[in-house]
């Protein structure tokens, strides 16, 4: 029985990796000291690794951006706008054209050259973000990087016999887009092409004396049709020619196998990977379909979050899993790459934001490295005293979990156990809602002009935000400080014009955090960053209990803002989806659950905003849709707990209050229906780069509500004319009655300077103006 790893965070314990890219980003150091600290780093983690006891120590996991980009630049999939610079740096001397690489992450602006970035976009339901391959019809692969053979070679020369990584080529083409106009073009026609450098890559390794190559294939945990399948099938029919020596382990992570069990079942490899964390009702039908040859991984220790695992649980399955087709043929390993938690608990030392108790029932990557091994020697009965009393101590933590003060609460328990149907509803329907408000609150009946919340968070603001927290500004110094700035800010909103106002989110580090540190229930981590694209990462805050509001959390920046003004000031809070989806939830109980206790909190929060007199309140959802399961039949499920989450939050006004809410993305179509079921009076969202392309979805399904399409984009600092954003409203009037319409960017200011967002918003509100002379 083998303990393997899939992947280990690549970002270092102090974010090296980011330091070091970005320095050479920022030309403070060479390529030669690039590559020479990012090979420190690997040794440094496969020595951890090794050292932890893990069997097959993966290499070629780690990246100087991302694994789906180095497998393009493997495979040679350069898009054309890249070739000339490719060819610049390809003078035979470099095995890998970093510039060229970086250059297809984040594009290239210089005095020769201009060329845009590749696309990005999430890595199935995680947070990570990759570069979307690019694929046209004609396209020839080549191998092009040596990286998968010189981190081999890197590894063993410090004594480590590693387990090369690869994105399967099923998977990575699925993972691209097709970038030909050509209808009858499909990237999967690539296939065949592909596959000779993939058996080209495999038989080099086998050269190399490598025994275990993993080979991914995360879509075989999604819906595939019968183009797919039949790509599977193929795919390693081909790849099982001549290979003799070399074994593949396939991988699977995310979500189970499902309908593809027998497909995946019947490939031709030496080993399959099954993530049991996700899906461990799994297990039976796989063991029912593996032929006997066939080595089984099972992913019993969870890559995505942060609970320490329950040892005793997990050894069960093994137990089953080696009755059934033999010890030998077992081997355990986390669910997934470890790339999606944070490397190291021992770092958090600081009990204000991770109180000891709650520290004891986390495990970070390196703790999971720890918890595999001692899994795999409770399973061979293996246990020295010292380890034997480590696994009591484990699972007395997690038995404490269990039954904790500080996870259950049973006002919250009583309160979730008397939801009802009744508490889904505002008092009236939207069109009567609408009559109230608009006698209500002060607001122009057509095209009405707001922001999505956050104004520029200024060097200046963040630098009071850090000297409060180290203590160099008092409470009343900072908040005196935000307070001037809010006060501020509305002024410039009423010289600007705007019509419904907000108070700029000054007060807040962020979207999430900002909630998560006033709401009971959750904590933090000092450095628990995971990767979320390139060199940015995040550090989610984590839900161990359950949630509630013990104080008001905005009530007094909005009320304050209010103060400062005769015109409305919109409330500002984020939803309990996001706030969920974008945190480390709870493992003991389910998604729906958690996403409820928060929508309780938020609707306290909500109600208290409208007894102090704030009449238009915005929940944000910018994470609504990202929750989406993998597989479309359950969907539906998800979509009604989401639904049902956003009404609890928000349905507590009455219906002269305006709710609000903003989701930053443009794909609609499939789930514009639940959008509608939220009911929110407004929504605002991105359409500035589509333009105004997903109003379709809105109108096709006679959306009722009223919707703030943005105008603007505020990705770029480009101030943008009144006559764009003229044009840009006037096709919204095309297809939608300018009543149901608002003026407002695509998303918050927060990451632009002034110089920008001040004439951006004179342009856009003229444009209104103009808008509301012509209709
Ligand atoms: N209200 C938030 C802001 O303006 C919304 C951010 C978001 O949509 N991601 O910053
Ligand atoms: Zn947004």
Not at 27 to 52: G, Y
Not at 635 to 650: C, E, K, P, Q
Not at 678 to 695: C, G, H, K, W
Request: proline share 5%.
């Amino acid at each position: 029985m083998l303990t393997h790893n899939l992947g280990y965070p690549r970002i270092g314990i102090q974010r090296d990796l980011k330091k070091l890219v970005e320095s050479y980003w920022k030309d403070e150091i060479d390529k030669s000291e690039l590559v020479a600290s990012s090979e420190a780093l690997r040794v440094m983690h496969w020595t951890k690794q090794k050292e932890a006891g893990i069997n097959l120590v993966p290499s070629n996991d780690f990246s100087l951006y991302d694994q789906v980009l180095d497998t393009a630049m493997l495979v040679g999939a350069i898009p054309d706008r890249y070739q000339e610079l490719f060819q610049e740096e390809n003078d035979g001397t470099h095995s890998y054209p970093i510039d060229t690489y970086f250059a297809m992450a984040r594009g290239v602006q210089d005095d020769e050259h201009d060329i845009p970035a590749m696309e990005m976009t999430k890595w199935f339901n995680t947070n990570y973000h990759y570069i979307v391959p690019e694929f046209s019809a004609g396209q020839t692969f080549e191998c092009l990087s040596s990286k998968v053979f010189d981190e081999y070679e890197e590894a063993k020369s410090v004594g480590v016999i590693t387990k090369p990584t690869l994105i399967g080529p099923v998977s990575f083409l699925l993972l691209g887009k097709e970038k030909d106009e050509s209808e009858e073009f499909h990237r999967l026609d690539l296939l065949d092409e592909l596959l000779s450098v993939y058996q080209e890559i495999l038989s080099e390794l086998e050269q190399m004396g490598v025994e275990w190559v993993q080979i991914e294939e995360p879509f075989l945990c999604l819906d595939l049709d019968e183009k797919a399948q039949v790509a599977y099938q193929r795919a390693y029919e081909k790849l099982a020619e001549d290979r003799e020596g070399l074994e593949l382990l396939l991988t699977t992570y995310f979500e189970g196998l499902d309908k593809n069990t027998g497909l995946a079942c019947d490939l031709s490899v030496e080993g399959l990977h099954i993530d049991l964390v996700e899906a461990p009702g799994q297990l039976d039908k796989v063991l029912e379909h593996l032929d006997e040859e066939t080595k089984l991984s099972l992913g019993l220790i969870d890559g995505r979050n942060i609970w320490k695992a329950d040892l005793e649980q997990a050894v069960e399955v093994v137990k089953q899993a080696a009755e059934a087709i033999g010890e030998e043929q077992v081997l355990i390993a986390p669910s997934s790459s470890l790339l999606h938690c944070p490397v190291d608990l021992e770092q958090e030392t600081d009990e204000t934001a991770l109180p000891t108790d709650i520290k004891r029932w986390m495990a970070f990557a390196n703790q999971k490295l720890e918890e595999l091994s001692l899994l795999k020697k409770l399973a061979k009965d293996d246990l020295t005293a010292k380890e034997r009393q480590q696994v009591e101590e484990h699972q007395a933590d997690i038995s404490d979990k269990g039954e904790s003060t500080l996870v259950h609460h049973p006002e919250v328990q009583q309160r979730m156990d008397n939801l009802d149907e009744d508490i889904l509803h505002r008092d009236n329907p939207y069109l009567e809602r609408k009559k109230i408000q608009q006698e209500h609150i002060d607001l122009p009946e057509l095209f009405p002009t707001t922001t999505i919340g956050s104004f520029p968070q200024t060097k200046k603001v963040r630098q009071w935000r850090a000297d409060y927290r180290k203590g160099e500004l008092s409470k009343e110094e900072y908040e005196q400080k935000l307070k001037e700035a809010t006060a501020d800010l509305i002024e410039k909103q009423e010289e600007i014009g705007l019509d419904l106002l907000v108070h700029g989110e000054f007060e807040r580090n962020d979207m999430v955090e900002y909630f998560g540190e006033q709401l009971a229930g959750f904590a933090f981590t000092r450095n628990g960053w995971v990767q979320s694209y390139g060199t940015r990462g995040v550090k989610p805050p984590i839900i161990y209990g359950d949630v509630h509001r013990p104080d008001p959390m905005t009530v007094k920046w909005s009320s304050y803002a209010q103060s400062q003004t005769e015109k409305p000031v919109k409330g500002m809070l984020t939803g309990p989806v996001t706030i969920l989806q974008w945190s480390f939830p709870r493992d003991d109980q389910s998604r729906s659950e958690t996403a409820k206790q928060i929508a309780l909190a938020i609707r306290d929060e909500v109600a208290d905003l409208e007894a102090a007199g704030i009449q238009a309140i915005q929940i944000d959802e910018p994470a609504f849709r990202e929750g989406l399961p993998l597989r479309r039949n359950d969907w539906t499920h998800y979509l009604d707990w989401a639904v049902d989450a956003f009404r609890i939050a928000s349905t507590v006004v009455d219906d002269q209050t305006q709710i609000h809410t903003h989701m930053c993305y443009s794909e609609f179509n499939d789930v514009i229906e639940h959008i509608a079921r939220l009911d929110a009076d407004v929504i605002s969202m991105e359409t500035s780069r589509s333009q105004m392309e997903l109003l379709d979805a809105f109108v096709e399904f006679d959306y009722p509500n009223e919707i703030g399409p943005g105008v603007y984009d505020i990705h770029s600092p480009r101030v943008p004319s009144t006559e764009e954003m003229v044009n840009l409203l006037e096709k919204a009037v095309d297809v939608l009655p300018p009543e149901q319409l608002w003026v407002n960017p695509d998303c918050g200011l927060k990451t632009r300077g002034w110089e920008e967002t001040l004439p951006s918003l004179e342009n856009m509100v003229k444009a209104a103006r103009q808008m509301r002379e012509r209709v």
